[in-house]
């Protein structure tokens, strides 16, 4: 039964590559994507249930390619992350509070420093302890979606720190 489960994992990966892959395969990088060119990536995807939200102008500066962010609760820090194109954070630490992320759609990476990067699929749940350097993001050439929440405490800060190696991100299946 167990390597029944293996078996079906992997062919859902392998799926959501495959469609990471075809759904980008006709569109020119360099160029950018329009609102319903996401949303007809993200369908493609397995779809999404939030909103893509607004552009990440914020904090542009520290994630590269394009994302957007569309903020779910006024109590509580939780935002859905929406990575184009294999858009990814560089590497950061949240100070006073864990980040929690639930994969959504698409195909994704996280890295904790020192660890092995790990694949993030829909449906996957995991929490960075807090005072931990890491970044997360969009599988290359891949769009993803995540949502991300924080513990609503006052005077959470992100330490924001050097871009994820470039050829090491690229090497990511």
Not at 68 to 78: I, N
Not at 84 to 98: E, L, Y
Request: hydrophobic residues 40%; charged residues 20%; contains cysteine.
């Amino acid at each position: 039964m167990k390597k029944f489960f293996k078996a079906k994992k992997f062919l859902k990966a392998a799926a959501i590559s495959a469609l990471c892959i075809l759904s980008t395969a006709n569109v020119t990088f360099a160029k950018d994507f329009t609102e319903s060119e996401i949303k007809a990536g993200l369908e493609k995807l397995g779809g999404s249930i939030f909103p893509i939200g607004e552009l990440n102008i914020a904090n542009e500066k520290y994630f590269t390619g394009t994302s957007y962010v569309a903020w779910l609760s006024k109590d509580v820090p939780m935002g859905n992350v929406t990575f184009v194109d294999g858009a990814h954070t560089f590497w950061h630490i949240h100070h006073k509070s864990c980040q929690i992320l639930i994969a959504e759609s698409g195909r994704g990476y996280y890295q904790i420093w020192g660890e092995e990067a790990k694949e993030l699929l829909p449906g996957q749940v995991v929490t960075i302890p807090e005072g931990v350097k890491h970044w997360h993001g969009a599988a290359p050439h891949c769009m993803f979606q995540h949502i991300s929440v924080m513990k609503p405490v006052e005077g959470i800060t992100t330490e924001w720190l050097e871009e994820v190696d470039k050829n090491f991100y690229n090497s990511l299946k």
